[in-house]
């Protein structure tokens, strides 16, 4: 049994879906306790039983009733194993399945700060699960330095990149012709192109990249003849959206950036560019901008700092670039313009082999498996 706040789109809830998918194929069963959203469609198809309960509530009366509602839950369908992927939940899901004698499991999919006593004790909740899993080696290190754990608790688990989904050869022409044209990409403009995924939100690092293509405008511009997609949706940050669109024609930008919005086609948009930046001023947990590329032979260029350290291997799979340095941030995006297409594809190749030996979807699911079998036997 998976206890996630909500079923609508992003990491979190792509791995509940895949895990649910990889506990049937090896022949269990698969609950998933939720909100709702628009992915239960798809979990009831694959063969999962979704059941809506306000766990995502923070209320204390609504935390209550999910307690009495989970244990009961719990007797009814009986599973080995309950998996609570978030805090919220944890507060009722965890209690709830130590009552009943049931096994837990929680993930870490991010890093929680904590500016007060209550705070931390709220994110601690997540570590009191008999096995804690954590989405990368920065995340694992993090959880063990906040709080005073048995390091064999805490395992690291990879996000997993789904490599039917990001495989290059799976992306015709016809794909990249039509996200172009949606774009206003000239494909035959000989252009070097940068594709910057990832909602708009400051810390991720779009403001940063503005600034440094004005830097060095003469180099990055004029003379490596780049263009920059800025591919995400603002999630209402309508503000942010006008600063970085006001800034762009500021620095009369407009030929050069482009915010193309929220893209459902990633596949073809990495397909469509030379890099990927993953320029996020604060650390990532994960990451899976700087790993999604390399699965599609794209080269990264990385703030060096938090999970990306892990993801992309310096001056192999792509740079590791110093995190908010304009000048340091202008001169790799000008020394990867500059490389040759050959050592271009020699750097693709060597990320999408990265990405298949250590975060392919496959890998993320046996890890997972491996532990809910330990807890069992």
């Not at 930046?277 to 032979?297: H, I, K």
């Not at 532990?371 to 069992?376: A, D, F």
Request: glycine content about 8%.
């Amino acid at each position: 049994m998976q206890v996630v706040p909500e079923l609508d789109t992003g990491g979190v809830e792509q791995t509940v879906v895949d895990v649910a998918r990889a506990v049937i194929e090896a022949g269990g069963r698969a609950i998933v306790v939720s909100k709702g959203g628009r992915l239960e469609a798809y979990l009831k198809q694959i063969g999962a039983v979704v059941v809506l309960l306000p766990v995502h509530s923070k209320n204390p009366y609504v935390q209550f009733k999910n307690y009495y509602a989970l244990r009961a839950l719990i007797r009814k369908e009986k599973p080995d194993i309950v998996h609570v992927r978030s805090r919220a939940p944890a507060l009722s899901a965890l209690p709830a399945a130590k009552a009943e004698g049931v096994k837990t499991v929680t993930t870490y999919h991010g890093i929680y700060k904590a500016g007060s006593a209550l705070k931390r004790w709220y994110n601690g909740r997540m570590t009191t699960a008999d096995v804690v899993i954590a989405n990368s080696d920065y995340t694992r290190d993090h959880v063990l330095r906040e709080y005073d754990l048995n390091p064999a608790k805490v395992v690291a688990v990879p996000r997993g990149v789904d490599l039917k989904k990001f495989d290059p050869g799976a992306v015709d022409e016809a794909r990249k012709d039509k996200l172009a044209q949606a774009w206003g990409v000239d494909r035959s403009d000989g252009r070097t192109r940068f594709l910057l995924a990832g909602r708009l939100t400051r810390w991720k690092g779009q403001t940063l990249v503005i600034e440094a293509l004005w830097a060095k405008r003469d180099e990055l511009v004029d003379t490596a003849n780049v263009e920059v997609i800025m591919a995400g949706d603002d999630q209402g940050r309508t503000e942010y959206r006008r600063e970085l669109e006001n800034l762009i024609s500021l620095y009369a930008l407009e030929d050069t950036v482009k915010l193309v919005g929220h893209c459902s086609d990633m596949p073809a948009a990495y397909s469509l560019c030379d890099f990927a930046l993953a320029p996020s001023l604060e650390p990532e947990a994960f990451g899976r901008t700087a790993v999604e590329p390399q699965a599609m032979g794209r080269p990264v260029l990385a703030a060096k700092h938090g999970a990306t350290a892990e993801t992309v291997e310096d001056a192999v799979s792509g740079w590791l670039v110093t995190s908010g340095d304009v000048t340091a941030w202008a001169d790799a995006m000008r020394v990867a313009a500059l490389t040759s297409a050959p050592a271009r594809a020699v750097m693709g190749a060597a990320g999408r082999a990265r990405v298949h030996e250590r975060f392919s979807l496959e890998t993320m699911c046996a890890a997972t498996l491996d532990i809910y079998r330990s807890l069992l036997t």
